[in-house]
């Protein structure tokens, strides 16, 4: 069958731009359930999800 995959994990992450960690993780986890639409789920998963800050440069020196 279909697999919910990297493409599926994708299109959650866009959704979920802006949100909290816990927010993503409720929202992929929903996204994933919506997907198998209630069959049992065969394998596991794990989520990770980490918030990378931009990085700021010092328009003065250059420096980061």
């Given at each position: 069958?279909?697999?919910?995959?990297?493409?599926?994990l994708e299109n959650t992450?866009?959704?979920?731009?802006g949100l909290s960690a816990?927010?993503?993780?409720?929202?992929?986890?929903?996204?994933?359930?919506?997907?198998?639409?209630?069959?049992?789920?065969?394998?596991?998963?794990?989520?990770?999800?980490?918030?990378?800050?931009?990085?700021?440069?010092?328009?003065?020196?250059?420096?980061?």
């Amino acid at each position: 069958g279909d697999e919910f995959g990297v493409e599926g994990l994708e299109n959650t992450l866009r959704q979920s731009a802006g949100l909290s960690a816990e927010q993503v993780i409720r929202a992929t986890v929903q996204a994933q359930a919506a997907f198998v639409e209630g069959s049992e789920q065969a394998d596991d998963f794990t989520l990770l999800v980490v918030r990378r800050q931009p990085i700021v440069q010092d328009t003065a020196t250059g420096a980061m």
